[in-house]
Each structure stands twice: as C-alpha cells, then as structure tokens.
C-alpha cells in the first residue's frame, strides 16, 4: 500500500494536514497508520528526546545526523515496512527528504556518506509521495513559537540561515524527484491547505 512522506520547515502545518489526511481516510474505511521521524517506535521516542530536547548544545552534528538514521532504521523495521506488508496506507510525518535537507545541506555533512547510511536506514523503503508544504521560515518559525508558547527546541533556536537553507534543499529535491514530490504554499490556512493535500491524494491514490 503506498508510503506517503509530509515534509516542510518547521512551523509549516505539515503535522495538521497529516492529521486531517489519516481522519479523512478512516472516513473513507481505509486502514491508516500515521506516525512520525524522529518518534516512530519505543527507541524512536527516546531518540526523539536526545534530538530535540533544547539546550543539548554539546550533541555534535555527525552525532545528531547518525541518531536521525538509528530512528528511521528501527522505524523502517519495527512499523513502515509491516504496516505496508498489512496493506495500510502509510502517512509519515518526515523521511529522508529531512536528512537531505537538515542535515546533508543545513550541517552541510558529506553528501554520498549521507547517502550511503541513509539507504542502510531506508532498507530499500522509497515514498511513492511526498507532500511539501513549502513556507518562508520566519512564519514558520513565528508559528512555531506562537504553537510552543514561548518554549522552542533546538532546531527552532537555530539561525535563520540554516532554515532557509533547508527550504531551498527541499525545494531543489522537488525540482529533480516531480514524478514524486508536489510542493504547497503552506502560507494558506490549514483548511485550505487541505483541499490541496487532499486533491492529490485522491488523484494519485483513488481514495
Ligand atoms: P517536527 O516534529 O517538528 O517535524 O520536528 C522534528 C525536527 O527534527 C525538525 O526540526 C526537523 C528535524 N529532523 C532532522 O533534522 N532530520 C531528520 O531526518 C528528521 C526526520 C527530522
């Protein structure tokens, strides 16, 4: 059953249309697993607090990239590829397309080492989507310290360059992969947004 990836910066709405999209398919009866990167699994979830918990200022980024990876591979095995196997629609909150992004381009970590590990982790797992919810990150960041009440993590605490970097990296990933990737304007309320998410989703899926 398809694989269907959420990506965008942070603040960019990507986790309430994930939660519309599994809502509207269990409507339809379709058997849905939403989940999410980094957090998927029991491991995942403890990863989770190691990533992004603020003030870890000494997490080194070759470190951090490689604790990403750890959470996809026990994620791919443990949840992504048994949920496929089951014939469930698959709707996950980040993927690879977030190492490229954050890491390979934000940390600017070497590209066919990213690569390499990243295949490792996927074990063969590719999105037969990708949904991009395309934003400027000073409203994205905005939403998200608006969404944390004042309390942002530590990707959020970092400069703003680095996120425009990783806007400009998922957009390049849109620009090679079209036959999977469909970029949004994110800028749009979430209803909105929606019909959009929606559209290609019954497009592409039938649903
Ligand atoms: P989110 O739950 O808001 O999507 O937060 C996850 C954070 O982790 C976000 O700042 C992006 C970051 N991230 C990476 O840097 N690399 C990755 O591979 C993934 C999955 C997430």
């Not at 998927?40 to 607090?49: A, E, N």
């Not at 970097?165 to 209803?191: E, G, M, N, T, W």
């Amino acid at each position: 059953m398809p694989f269907i990836t959420f990506e965008g910066v942070e603040g960019s709405g990507k986790s309430t249309q994930v939660k519309l999209a599994a809502a509207r398919l269990r409507a339809r009866r379709r058997p849905v697993l939403a989940t999410r990167e980094p957090g998927g699994t029991r491991i995942g979830r403890i990863l989770r607090g190691l990533l992004l918990t603020k003030g870890r200022r000494e997490l080194d980024s070759v470190t951090e990239w490689l604790l990403f990876e750890a959470d996809r591979r026990q994620h791919v095995l443990e949840v992504i590829r048994p949920a496929l196997a089951a014939g469930l629609f698959v709707l996950c909150d980040r993927f690879s397309d977030a190492t490229e992004a954050y890491q390979q381009v934000g940390r600017r970590l070497d590209r066919s080492l990213v690569g390499k590990v990243d295949a490792l982790a996927r074990d063969g797992i590719v999105p037969d989507l990708t949904l991009l919810y395309d934003l400027d990150p000073r409203e994205g960041l905005a939403r998200a310290r608006r969404r944390g009440r004042g309390t942002v993590g530590r990707f959020e605490k970092t400069e703003i360059r680095f996120h425009e970097d990783v806007r400009r990296a998922y957009l390049r990933i849109a620009k090679r992969d079209r036959a999977r990737v469909r970029v949004f304007d994110a800028s749009q309320p979430a209803a909105l947004l929606f019909r959009e998410t929606w559209s290609a989703l019954s497009e592409r899926f039938g649903v």
